[in-house]
Nanobody
Framework: VQLQASGGGVVQAGGSLRLSCGAS????????MGWFRQAPGKERDFVATISGSGGTTRYSDSVKGRFTISRDNAKNTVFLQMNSLRPEDTAVYYC?????????????????WGQGTLVTVSS
């Protein structure tokens, strides 16, 4: 599976961004997808995950209620809608896929990673 993330940028606190991640190389509905982020000097943290069908989602406590993960299996794309952004959301955001329909929150169980897209939230 090849993943290509896009949609990052610079936004003021309180603003919104929508990240996209296009996938190729495998039946998209057979892979669970996740978004993770990594701030400078910090570990890669879980943000959100979605099952292969899109019927199950999970979020980290820090983004719950502000971010929404979704997917369009017909277009082989997963999205991360980010609202009410805060300076602490600043990070490189990565999309990831795992070879099962079951979503997960741990980076090590994901088999494929995109290149990352930078989100900067100014105060």
């Amino acid at each position: 599976v090849q993943l290509q993330a896009s949609g990052g940028g610079v936004v003021q606190a309180g603003g919104s961004l929508r990240l996209s991640c296009g996938a190729s190389g495998r039946a998209f509905s057979s892979v669970a997808m996740g978004w993770f982020r990594q701030a400078p000097g910090k570990e890669r943290d879980f943000v959100a995950t979605i099952s292969g069908s899109g019927g199950t989602t999970r979020y980290s406590d820090s983004v719950k209620g502000r971010f929404t993960i979704s997917r369009d299996n017909a277009k082989n794309t997963v999205f991360l809608q980010m609202n009410s952004l805060r300076p602490e959301d600043t990070a490189v955001y990565y999309c990831a896929a795992r070879s099962t329909v079951i979503q997960a929150t741990i980076p090590s169980v994901y088999n494929y990673w995109g290149q990352g897209t930078l989100v900067t939230v100014s105060s």
